[in-house]
């Protein structure tokens, strides 16, 4: 069963920046997806950012240019850097992992922007 593990979450100002980490652990996919989903009140979940294990990457428009995803496979963690946040990202920020065809997630941490 994997779990993943997140951190990083928090208030800060428009502007400002967040570091989101995710660490899964026990997964035996060497090849597999990771990556960042937010659920804003009232709307449904959405892709921010994800990251297969050989470095492709897929973004949401309203994202590109501003956060960065990376991860480092020796240790099973995903990061998500998130750059001149806006209001409008405000939201349950949530890990996802892909593997072996199945989907794992997080629990979710909050990360609120502040106008």
């Known amino acids: 069963q994997v779990q993943l593990v997140e951190s990083g979450g928090g208030l800060v100002q428009a502007g400002g920046s967040l570091r989101l980490s995710c660490a899964a652990s026990g997964t035996t996919f060497s090849i597999n997806t990771m990556g960042w989903y937010r659920q804003a009140p009232g709307k449904q979940r959405g892709l921010v950012a994800s990251?297969?294990?050989?470095?492709?990457?897929n973004y949401a428009d309203s994202v590109k240019g501003r956060f960065t995803i990376s991860r480092d496979n020796a240790k099973n963690t995903v990061y998500l850097q998130m750059n001149s946040l806006k209001p409008e990202d405000t939201g349950v920020y949530y890990c996802n992992f892909v593997g072996g065809g199945r989907d794992y997630w997080g629990q979710g941490t909050q990360v609120t922007v502040s106008s």
């Open positions: 990251m297969q294990t050989f470095g492709r990457t």
